[in-house]
Each structure stands twice: as structure tokens, then as C-alpha cells.
């Protein structure tokens, strides 16, 4: 990836937020050219933004591509053909951040982006994970440097690939000090294994320590407009303080603000994480029906393409609008919903909107917790 204006002049730039095409190129953003010839006629651009800044920055389209319901913890995987053909669809309209980790399968998530992408391997822009696992079910972080060092390596011969573009610690491993995987990361990129270094879930104090040592490119936790904890305990403002990228999951939390899901919609059991979160029981399902009915209402006023938004478009479109160093990365295993969400991009707001937006919004009550309460996974995000 090309560098791009340095990550002041860019933020400077962007006093005024909006979106789409045109409003993210006077924000300091560019589009992809065409760059991979393709059967097809022609592949399709997006705007760009800037993940870091200075050695760290990197290019990644405004809307990234999560990947683990392609292969894991979201029902049974659909057959992996399907989702080879996915991926090169999304790569045909511009997306060019996939989003991986070596716990999504676990591996087959990494094996399938690697028989996706082998052929356009330096047109994409492929983040995956490490330090998280579950031996016999139970979750467990460890980023000791040997662990490290055997999981860079397994997950680069599962992309096919011999290096990685951002490498992200999962969640903070509390028995290995972040400065000691800091420097194991700055030793990684001087190796030319991995080209920038992520955390994610990680608190501000953590991410301080962290950048000292080695400097974070991208900050990747939970951020919707239902889950918006990142405004409030200094981690969004820790990453514009610091000139550090932002990598939303779960923008349309979990699919909820897709708007098609209620009190009805079943889990997978054993398959499907969802199963096990307050957020997804039917009562809960129900109640914040009052959120998605919000949404409705301002997807009335906006237009895609002569019609009129979709939940999910606004929501993504709010997400893209709080800084320009944000990157949603929801995920999808169907091309309709893939193409909705790059709709997103089309959409702005004026600052009066988002601040009527903002001031709704933190009137509806969220019922249900993200995390079952007291769970390791709970106890494992904002370390």
C-alpha cells in the first residue's frame, strides 16, 4: 500500500463529518484503483482510510470484511466454495480488508481466506488474531513469545502467504507483560513475518504501554451504535490521541440491526455463540425491538440508490461518521447483504442529525449484556 498525507493533516482536514463517495474524499481519503484484472468487467472502488499513522499507517478500505461466520461460531459454516466466491465478490466491489484469526474454525477461517486470496495476495489487505484459545472448552489467553512465534508461523502457511499485513493480540494475556509482546511484535515486523500490530479489547493503559514500545496501527474491540463503551472509557480517544486506527466488530451487533431478527429467531445450541449471550435471548430480543424500530424511522429519511436505507446501512453509516479513523468490519456469508452494507457508504449526516441521533439513541435503554456476567468472557476485555 502506498503511504497517504501524514494521520494530522488528515484528521485536520476533517473537521466536518460526513460520508459517501465524495464527502470521504474530502475527508483525506482516496479510492482503490483498479488494480487485479478479473474476469469480470471491471472491479469496483471505495473510499479508503488510514489505519496508524507515520511507519504504522496503513491503507484499508473505508469498509472492511469480517470473516469467522464464514467458517465458525455463527450455525453451520456454509460450504467453503460458496465462501471462496464470496470473497472474490467482495474483492470485485472494492472491499480490500478480510478480517481472520487462528481461533475462527478454529484455522479453517485462516485456510479459507488463504485459497481465496493466494492469487491476489498483494492487492488484499488480510488482518488475523493470536493468543486466544479454548483447550477443552475453556477460554484461555496466552502471548508468551513462543507461543507467538509458533502461532505467526502456523497462520502464515494457512494464508498461503509469507507475511502478514496487520497481526492483532486478540485479547491481553494478563501473565505475559504487554511490553514483552510489544517487543516481540517490533521483532516480528523487522523479520518482514508481519507488517503492523494490532490489539484488540485491550484497555487505554494497556494500549499506552503497548505503543511505546511498538507502535499499534489498529485497535480492534466491539463498537456499535448499541455498544458504545469504547466513547467512554478512553480507548477511542486514547487511539485519536495517539493517531492509532480503530477496527469496529460487531457494527450491526451480532446481525441485530440487520432488523430481521425477534423473540423467534433461533440459535444454533452448540454452533452459534449467540446461543450462550444475554443480548440474544428472547426476551431480550424483544425488548430492544425499540431500538430497530429507531432505526426504521431514520432509514425513512435517507436514500441509497433511489431507496430508501436499510437499518443496517444507517447503522454503519452512523459508525463511519464518529471518526475518520474508524474501519466497521460486520460480517456477512450472503452477496445481498454484503452489497447493502458498501450502500453505507453513500449515506451522510449533517452534525445537527448526529447529534439528535446521539441524544436518542442514548435514551434507549440496551437490554441484555454482550457477555453472560462473570464470564471469562467478560473478565477477558478492557485489560
Not at 33 to 53: E, N, V, W
Not at 248 to 256: I, T
Amino acid at each position: 500500500m502506498k503511504s497517504m498525507d501524514s494521520r494530522r493533516e488528515f484528521l485536520k482536514n476533517s473537521g466536518k463529518v460526513m460520508l459517501g463517495a465524495a464527502a470521504l474524499a474530502s475527508l483525506g481519503t482516496r479510492v482503490f484503483a483498479q488494480d487485479f484484472k478479473s474476469s469480470k468487467s471491471s472491479i469496483q472502488t471505495l473510499p479508503s482510510r488510514i489505519l496508524g499513522k507515520d511507519k504504522a499507517a496503513l491503507e484499508v478500505s473505508a469498509l472492511g470484511l469480517g470473516c469467522m461466520g464464514m467458517s465458525a461460531n455463527h450455525g453451520v459454516p456454509p460450504p467453503v466454495k460458496d465462501m471462496i466466491r464470496l470473497l472474490h465478490e467482495a474483492f470485485e466491489l472494492g472491499v480490500r480488508y478480510f478480517d481472520t484469526a487462528e481461533i475462527y474454525g478454529p484455522h479453517t477461517n485462516e485456510i479459507l481466506l488463504g485459497k481465496a486470496f493466494k492469487d491476489r495476495r498483494d492487492k488484499v489487505v488480510i488482518g488475523t488474531k493470536f493468543g486466544l484459545y479454548y483447550p477443552f472448552k475453556v477460554q484461555q489467553q496466552d502471548s508468551s513469545k513462543k507461543s507467538i512465534f509458533r502461532a505467526v508461523d502456523e497462520s502464515l502457511k494457512r494464508l498461503q502467504t509469507d507475511y502478514i499485513d496487520l497481526y492483532t493480540q486478540h485479547r491481553v494475556d494478563t501473565d505475559t507483560p504487554i511490553e514483552e509482546v510489544a517487543q516481540t511484535m517490533s521483532e516480528l515486523i523487522k523479520m518482514g513475518k508481519i507488517r503492523h500490530y494490532g490489539l484488540s479489547e485491550a484497555g487505554a493503559r494497556t494500549i499506552r504501554r503497548a505503543h511505546k514500545v511498538c507502535p499499534i496501527t489498529s485497535i480492534q474491540s466491539h463498537y456499535s451504535m448499541m455498544m458504545r463503551e469504547v466513547e467512554s472509557n478512553d480507548v477511542l480517544s486514547t487511539c485519536e490521541e495517539l493517531g492509532i486506527g480503530f477496527s469496529a466488530y460487531s457494527p450491526l451487533e451480532r446481525g441485530f440491526l440487520g432488523g430481521l431478527m425477534n423473540e423467534n429467531t433461533k440459535f444454533h445450541p452448540e454452533l452459534d455463540m449467540r446461543a450462550s449471550f444475554p443480548r440474544f435471548t428472547p426476551e431480550a430480543l424483544k425488548a430492544n425491538q425499540v431500538f430497530i424500530e429507531y432505526l426504521r424511522e431514520l432509514a425513512k429519511s435517507k436514500k441509497v440508490d433511489g431507496k430508501e436505507a436499510t437499518t443496517a446501512q444507517i447503522a454503519l453509516a452512523w459508525l463511519l461518521a464518529q471518526k475518520p479513523f474508524i474501519m466497521p468490519i460486520p460480517e456477512t456469508t450472503k452477496l445481498a447483504h454484503l452489497k447493502q452494507n458498501l450502500g453505507a457508504l453513500k449515506i451522510s449526516f449533517s452534525k445537527e442529525e448526529l447529534q439528535e441521533i446521539d441524544t436518542r439513541i442514548k435514551a434507549i435503554k440496551i437490554v441484555g449484556e454482550r457477555y453472560p456476567v462473570g464470564s471469562a468472557q467478560a473478565k477477558s476485555v478492557g485489560l
